[in-house]
């Protein structure tokens, strides 16, 4: 298991005996662990090919897998009744949604935590280049990519594009994005922890009315 899902697992605490939502939940690194002691894990994922491993995770004996339940949609349009689950956790999956969609993603989970219920995102973290932080992260894999000669100089030029117009399949913002954003759509506690290199993980809690 790797750091980033070591942190995520720790973030989300003790789950015993709730309902949780992962959204990108791939082929179950962070849904698998959580569905042990969850009440139920309710997996969204826009790859059927991913969802399809996470069930055959399942059926090769592990533990308590009557509670997961998969849904092969967009995280962009997955929906669920209000107040319905205790914890939204979502890791290295956001970053794929733009911006309006990672706002109405905060939004519904918002809408979808019981009072008090806790939202978790750990992804690729990183804004435009603008901030130290994001400088640092940039200049260790432009210095990565330059070793492998012109290949890797044709990456750094293509990947210097797509951050500063956003045009890639990966659409990361920074830790502060994310944390204005939870705090701005009614969250508290909003925490950030860094983990390693770009990876983040921020929190927040539903006020308890
Ligand atoms: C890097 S994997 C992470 C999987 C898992 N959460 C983990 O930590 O191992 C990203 C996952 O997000 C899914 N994904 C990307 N965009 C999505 C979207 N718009 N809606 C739902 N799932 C999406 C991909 O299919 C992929 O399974």
């Not at 949609?73 to 956790?89: E, G, K, N, Y």
């Not at 400088?135 to 290949?151: D, N, T």
Request: glycine fraction near 10%; charge should be positive.
């Amino acid at each position: 298991m790797s750091r980033v899902h070591r942190e995520t697992l720790a973030a989300c605490g003790d789950v015993s005996g709730l309902d949780v939502v992962d959204l990108g939940a791939g082929s179950g690194a962070i849904t698998v662990p959580l569905a042990m002691t969850a009440r139920q894990v309710i997996a969204v994922d826009l790859s059927s090919r991913m969802l399809a491993d996470l069930q055959q995770g399942l059926e090769t004996g592990l533990g308590n897998v009557q509670n997961v339940t998969t849904h092969c949609m967009d995280i962009a349009t997955f929906d669920l009744p209000p107040r319905s689950v205790d914890l939204v956790v979502s890791c290295y999956a956001m970053h794929h949604l733009n911006d309006a969609e990672k706002a109405a993603a905060i939004r519904h989970a918002a809408a979808w935590l019981r009072p008090g219920g806790r939202i978790v995102l750990a992804d690729m973290m990183l804004g435009r280049g603008l901030g130290a932080r994001d400088r640092k992260i940039i200049a260790s894999k432009v210095r990565l990519l330059a070793r492998k000669g012109v290949g890797g100089w044709w990456r750094i030029a293509k990947n210097a594009v797509r951050l500063s117009l956003r045009t890639g399949t990966e659409k990361p913002c920074s830790p502060g994005y994310w944390s204005h954003l939870l705090a701005s759509s009614g969250f508290t506690d909003v925490a950030v922890s860094e983990v390693v290199a770009e990876a983040a993980v921020v929190t927040g809690r539903r006020p308890p009315t």
